[in-house]
C-alpha cells in the first residue's frame, strides 16, 4: 500500500471513528437512522425483513453516488436474501472495502429504546450489526463529503452472517484480492475485558 493509499485509508478510518465516539444525544439523525434498522425484523431466516434491511441502506448509499448490485444466493432463493455490493469508483481500481451484515440472531420484533442518561440504545441487532452498519454509512457521508477518493471504495453487507454467509463466500474472497484495505464494522471486543477492541484477525 502506497502512503497516499494509507493517508486515504486514515481519512476514511478518521471519519469512521469520529462518528463511533460522538455521543448519540447529538447526533439525532444517526439514532432516528438506527431506530429505523432495528425496528425492521431482520432474522436470517426472515428474508423479507433481511431484504427490507438492504433496501434501506441500499437508498442510503446511492445517495452517495454509489451504484448497486444485488447477488442472489447460488443455493436459491430460500438460502437467505441477497448479498448488497455497493461501489464507489475512484481512479485507483484497488478497493477500501467494508463490510457489515443486515441480519440477526432475533426472528421477531423487539423495542427500541434508549437510557434516560441517552448513552445505551438497546434493540435487536443494535450491536451486531445494525449499529456497525449506521457508524460506517455515517463515516462515509462524512468522509465523501471532504474528500474526492482515488481509491475505490466497497460497500458490502451479507444477509446471512450469523449463519457464516453460506453461498457466499467465494464473493467475499474474489473482494479481498482487489482491496488495499478491509474493515468490519462488527464491534468485538478483546478477551482481556478491558475495554480494547479487536482490530485485526489473523
Given at each position: 500500500?502506497?502512503?497516499h493509499?494509507l493517508?486515504?485509508?486514515?481519512?476514511l478510518l478518521?471519519?469512521?471513528?469520529?462518528?463511533?465516539?460522538q455521543?448519540?444525544?447529538?447526533m439525532?439523525?444517526?439514532?432516528?437512522?438506527l431506530?429505523?434498522?432495528?425496528?425492521i425484523?431482520?432474522?436470517?431466516?426472515?428474508?423479507?425483513?433481511?431484504?427490507?434491511v438492504?433496501?434501506?441502506?441500499?437508498?442510503?448509499?446511492r445517495?452517495?453516488g454509489?451504484?448497486?448490485?444485488?447477488?442472489?444466493?447460488?443455493?436459491?432463493?430460500?438460502?437467505?436474501?441477497?448479498?448488497?455490493?455497493?461501489?464507489?469508483?475512484?481512479?485507483?481500481?484497488?478497493?477500501?472495502?467494508?463490510v457489515?451484515?443486515?441480519?440477526?440472531?432475533?426472528e421477531?420484533p423487539?423495542?427500541?429504546?434508549?437510557?434516560g442518561?441517552?448513552?445505551?440504545?438497546r434493540?435487536?441487532?443494535?450491536?451486531?450489526a445494525k449499529g456497525?452498519?449506521?457508524?460506517?454509512?455515517?463515516g462515509l457521508?462524512?468522509f465523501?463529503?471532504?474528500t474526492?477518493?482515488?481509491?475505490?471504495?466497497?460497500?458490502v453487507s451479507s444477509?446471512?452472517?450469523?449463519?457464516?454467509?453460506a453461498?457466499?463466500?467465494?464473493?467475499?474472497?474474489?473482494f479481498?484480492?482487489d482491496s488495499?484495505?478491509?474493515?468490519?464494522?462488527?464491534?468485538?471486543?478483546?478477551?482481556?475485558g478491558?475495554?480494547?477492541?479487536?482490530?485485526?484477525?489473523?
Open positions: 500500500m502506497t502512503n493509499q493517508g486515504l485509508s486514515g481519512l478518521a471519519s469512521v471513528a469520529l462518528v463511533a465516539c455521543p448519540a444525544w447529538s439525532p439523525p444517526a439514532v432516528a437512522r431506530e429505523d434498522l432495528v425496528r425484523p431482520s432474522g436470517t431466516a426472515n428474508i423479507a425483513g433481511v431484504d427490507a438492504q433496501e434501506r441502506v441500499a437508498n442510503d448509499l445517495k452517495l454509489f451504484t448497486i448490485q444485488w447477488i442472489a444466493n447460488p443455493r436459491g432463493e430460500r438460502a437467505s436474501g441477497k448479498l448488497l455490493v455497493a461501489t464507489l469508483r475512484g481512479t485507483d481500481a484497488r478497493f477500501v472495502t467494508l457489515t451484515h443486515a441480519d440477526t440472531v432475533f421477531s423487539g423495542k427500541f429504546e434508549i437510557s442518561d441517552s448513552k445505551v440504545a434493540g435487536p441487532g443494535v450491536i451486531d456497525g452498519t449506521v457508524v460506517a454509512l455515517l457521508e462524512r465523501l463529503a471532504k474526492k477518493p482515488r481509491l475505490s471504495i466497497r460497500f444477509p446471512s452472517e450469523e449463519t457464516g454467509s453461498g457466499f463466500l467465494d464473493d467475499f474472497r474474489r479481498a484480492r488495499a484495505m478491509v474493515l468490519g464494522f462488527e464491534p468485538a471486543l478483546a478477551p482481556h478491558n475495554g480494547s477492541s479487536v482490530i485485526c484477525k489473523s
